[in-house]
Nanobody
């Protein structure tokens, strides 16, 4: 079983920055693609960003492109989400997810096999 633990969430003013981290552990973790999703109250969980196994291919939702950066460190079994120029509409619970897919940066929830518990990000106006 794979465990994912997120950290780095919190309260920030609009225009500020946060960096989310996600550490993966477990014997079955194969360093496949990883992603960040978010879910605001009353909404569906949506993809924010994804990165392939080697860090050479990424995907960003249109709403965060140019402001957020996803990266990974396979030696540390970790993935990160640098969030800049935060807006109140970025407020949500952010979830780290791991996929067994090696090729590409998957964009749909069904492509991911393991999920973290989520970390709250709140952006005040």
């Amino acid at each position: 079983q794979v465990q994912l633990v997120e950290s780095g969430g919190g309260l920030v003013q609009a225009g500020g920055s946060l960096r989310l981290s996600c550490a993966a552990s477990g014997r079955t973790f194969n360093n496949g693609a990883m992603g960040w999703f978010r879910q605001a109250p009353g909404t569906e969980r949506e993809i924010v960003a994804a990165i392939n196994r080697y860090g050479t291919s990424t995907y960003y939702a249109a709403s965060v492109k140019g402001r957020f950066t996803i990266s990974r460190d396979n030696a540390k079994n970790s993935v990160y989400l640098q969030m800049n120029s935060l807006k109140p509409e970025d407020t949500a619970v952010y979830y780290c997810a791991a996929s067994r897919i090696w090729a590409g940066a998957p964009r749909t929830r069904s492509d991911y096999d393991y999920w973290g518990q989520g970390t709250q990000v709140t952006v005040s106006s």
